[in-house]
Nanobody, 123 residues
Protein backbone atom coordinates (compact mmCIF):
# COMPACT_ATOMS: atom_id res chain seq x y z
CA UNK A 1 0.00 0.00 0.00
CA UNK A 2 1.29 3.44 -0.94
CA UNK A 3 0.25 6.68 0.72
CA UNK A 4 0.99 10.26 -0.28
CA UNK A 5 0.92 12.90 2.43
CA UNK A 6 1.09 16.58 1.51
CA UNK A 7 2.08 19.43 3.79
CA UNK A 8 3.02 23.10 3.61
CA UNK A 9 -0.21 24.73 2.54
CA UNK A 10 -1.62 27.78 4.26
CA UNK A 11 -2.71 31.39 3.99
CA UNK A 12 -0.33 33.91 2.43
CA UNK A 13 -0.57 37.44 1.06
CA UNK A 14 -0.09 38.29 -2.60
CA UNK A 15 3.60 38.17 -3.45
CA UNK A 16 4.38 35.70 -0.70
CA UNK A 17 5.88 32.23 -0.88
CA UNK A 18 5.02 28.72 0.23
CA UNK A 19 6.78 25.39 -0.10
CA UNK A 20 4.67 22.27 -0.48
CA UNK A 21 5.97 18.80 0.28
CA UNK A 22 4.56 15.40 -0.59
CA UNK A 23 6.03 12.28 0.95
CA UNK A 24 5.24 8.88 -0.49
CA UNK A 25 5.41 5.92 1.86
CA UNK A 26 5.11 2.18 1.34
CA UNK A 27 7.04 -0.55 -0.41
CA UNK A 28 8.01 1.67 -3.32
CA UNK A 29 10.63 0.56 -5.82
CA UNK A 30 10.42 3.62 -8.06
CA UNK A 31 8.15 6.46 -9.11
CA UNK A 32 8.34 7.47 -12.77
CA UNK A 33 6.63 10.87 -12.56
CA UNK A 34 5.63 13.04 -9.62
CA UNK A 35 3.15 15.82 -10.19
CA UNK A 36 1.31 18.65 -8.50
CA UNK A 37 -2.26 19.45 -9.50
CA UNK A 38 -4.55 22.14 -8.14
CA UNK A 39 -8.25 22.82 -8.10
CA UNK A 40 -9.42 26.37 -7.55
CA UNK A 41 -12.93 27.35 -6.41
CA UNK A 42 -15.38 26.52 -9.19
CA UNK A 43 -12.58 25.33 -11.48
CA UNK A 44 -11.46 22.01 -12.87
CA UNK A 45 -8.39 20.29 -11.54
CA UNK A 46 -5.32 21.28 -13.55
CA UNK A 47 -1.75 20.04 -13.78
CA UNK A 48 0.61 22.61 -12.28
CA UNK A 49 4.01 20.95 -12.52
CA UNK A 50 5.62 17.57 -13.12
CA UNK A 51 9.04 16.00 -12.73
CA UNK A 52 10.38 12.70 -14.03
CA UNK A 53 13.00 10.38 -12.58
CA UNK A 54 15.44 11.95 -15.02
CA UNK A 55 14.74 15.40 -13.64
CA UNK A 56 12.77 16.66 -16.62
CA UNK A 57 10.24 19.26 -15.53
CA UNK A 58 7.17 20.85 -17.05
CA UNK A 59 4.97 23.70 -15.83
CA UNK A 60 1.59 25.28 -16.37
CA UNK A 61 2.20 28.46 -18.37
CA UNK A 62 0.77 30.71 -15.66
CA UNK A 63 3.28 29.49 -13.03
CA UNK A 64 6.44 29.44 -15.15
CA UNK A 65 9.17 31.51 -13.55
CA UNK A 66 7.35 31.54 -10.20
CA UNK A 67 7.08 27.87 -9.19
CA UNK A 68 9.80 25.23 -9.04
CA UNK A 69 9.28 21.48 -8.66
CA UNK A 70 11.96 19.17 -7.30
CA UNK A 71 12.19 15.64 -5.93
CA UNK A 72 14.29 13.59 -3.55
CA UNK A 73 14.19 9.97 -4.67
CA UNK A 74 15.88 8.73 -1.49
CA UNK A 75 13.00 10.14 0.54
CA UNK A 76 10.36 9.56 -2.20
CA UNK A 77 9.36 13.16 -1.71
CA UNK A 78 8.38 15.87 -4.18
CA UNK A 79 8.44 19.58 -3.44
CA UNK A 80 6.80 22.62 -4.97
CA UNK A 81 8.40 25.97 -4.21
CA UNK A 82 5.85 28.68 -4.95
CA UNK A 83 7.01 32.30 -5.14
CA UNK A 84 5.27 35.55 -6.09
CA UNK A 85 1.93 33.99 -5.27
CA UNK A 86 -1.22 35.52 -6.73
CA UNK A 87 -4.89 35.18 -5.73
CA UNK A 88 -5.47 33.00 -8.81
CA UNK A 89 -3.08 30.44 -7.28
CA UNK A 90 -5.66 29.78 -4.55
CA UNK A 91 -6.93 26.22 -4.42
CA UNK A 92 -6.41 22.74 -3.11
CA UNK A 93 -3.07 21.36 -4.24
CA UNK A 94 -2.83 17.62 -4.83
CA UNK A 95 0.22 15.43 -5.20
CA UNK A 96 0.07 12.65 -7.77
CA UNK A 97 2.54 9.82 -8.24
CA UNK A 98 2.38 8.11 -11.61
CA UNK A 99 4.20 5.02 -12.81
CA UNK A 100 4.75 3.67 -9.31
CA UNK A 101 6.49 0.30 -9.13
CA UNK A 102 5.96 -1.66 -5.95
CA UNK A 103 8.81 -3.75 -4.57
CA UNK A 104 8.17 -7.38 -5.42
CA UNK A 105 5.64 -6.54 -8.16
CA UNK A 106 7.77 -5.86 -11.23
CA UNK A 107 6.38 -4.79 -14.60
CA UNK A 108 3.25 -3.31 -13.08
CA UNK A 109 2.68 0.39 -12.54
CA UNK A 110 0.17 2.18 -10.36
CA UNK A 111 -0.79 5.75 -9.64
CA UNK A 112 -1.76 7.40 -6.37
CA UNK A 113 -3.21 10.70 -5.15
CA UNK A 114 -2.64 12.61 -1.95
CA UNK A 115 -5.47 14.06 0.10
CA UNK A 116 -4.71 17.66 -0.86
CA UNK A 117 -3.49 20.74 0.96
CA UNK A 118 -5.21 24.13 0.88
CA UNK A 119 -3.36 27.17 -0.44
CA UNK A 120 -5.08 30.52 -0.03
CA UNK A 121 -3.57 33.74 -1.40
CA UNK A 122 -5.18 36.93 -0.15
CA UNK A 123 -5.17 40.14 -2.17
Amino acid sequence: QVQLVESGGGLVQTGGSLRLSCAASGTIFSIRVMEWYRQGPGKQRELVASITTGGNTAYLDSVKGRFAISRDDVKNTVYLQMNSLEPDDTGVYYCHADGVEITGWPNQEYNYWGQGTQVTVSS
